[in-house]
């Protein structure tokens, strides 16, 4: 199976900030990544899919990079509401895997 | 809009059995192909299991933790997904979310989610 690897596990930033988290996967994945957004006590939401791809709706301070196996989320200008939990997930193989999670927090 | 009700979880001892469920709206639910995805008090994502559809056989796949004890089952129909958990263990705690597959590109990605059922599995 694949393994993802997110860091840092948390941050913290301050509402204006510019924030990159990584994500490595254990083999090449080509751009098949997607990144979800996590609110506390709330189900996972969307962001990006194939490894660059804005999902309808999504602010366009969210931004996608990378192939292969190292891949990159940035968050352009930090709002109040990004205060939340971040996912990468492997959709190469049929047994997809999540990364571990990076929690972006209020500094 | 889409939209996704999990429901059925609950309090249930070691050695137990659970069956959840996961009723769509808002689209046609034959054409999709849905996930289990879990996920522990205070811990990460875990994919668990797929339920494909009619086009795909309605073939199903399971993560190594939960192979041999969940099923995976949907009635197109009812425009419902299960899944049925037998044997439960405490580790199999968790917040069990449904979610829908899309496919773009060839790319494919969970772009809805029900709220979630919590199953806690204890003594």
């Known amino acids: 199976d694949i393994q993802m690897t997110q860091s840092p596990s948390s941050l913290s930033a301050s509402v204006g900030d510019r924030v990159t988290i990584t994500c490595r996967a254990s083999?090449?994945?080509?751009?098949?990544l997607n990144w979800y957004q996590q609110r506390p006590g709330k189900a996972p939401r969307l962001l990006i899919y194939a490894a660059s791809s804005l999902q309808s709706g999504v602010p366009s301070r969210f931004s996608g990079s990378g192939s292969g196996t190292d891949f990159t989320l940035t968050i352009s200008s930090l709002q109040p509401e990004d205060f939340a939990t971040y996912f990468c997930?492997?959709?190469?193989?049929?047994?997809?895997?999540f990364g571990q999670g990076t929690k972006v927090e209020i500094k | 809009e889409v939209q996704l009700v999990e429901s059925g979880g609950g309090l249930v001892q070691p050695g137990g059995s659970l069956k959840l469920s996961c009723a769509a709206s808002g689209f046609t639910f034959s054409d999709h192909i849905m996930d289990w995805v879990r996920q522990a008090p205070g811990k990460g994502l875990e994919w668990i299991g797929r339920?494909?559809?009619?086009?795909?056989?309605?073939?199903?796949e399971y993560a190594a933790s939960v192979r041999g004890r969940f099923t995976i089952s949907r009635d197109d129909s009812k425009s419902s997904l299960y899944l049925q958990m037998n044997s439960l263990k405490v580790e199999d705690t968790a917040v069990y979310y449904c979610s829908r597959l899309y496919e773009s590109s060839g790319y494919y990605y969970s772009d809805s989610w029900g709220q979630g059922t919590l199953v806690t599995v204890s003594a």
């Open positions: 339920g494909r559809n009619k086009a795909k056989s309605y073939t199903t």
């Open positions: 997930q492997q959709a190469y193989i049929t047994r997809w895997a």
């Open positions: 083999q090449s994945i080509s751009t098949s």
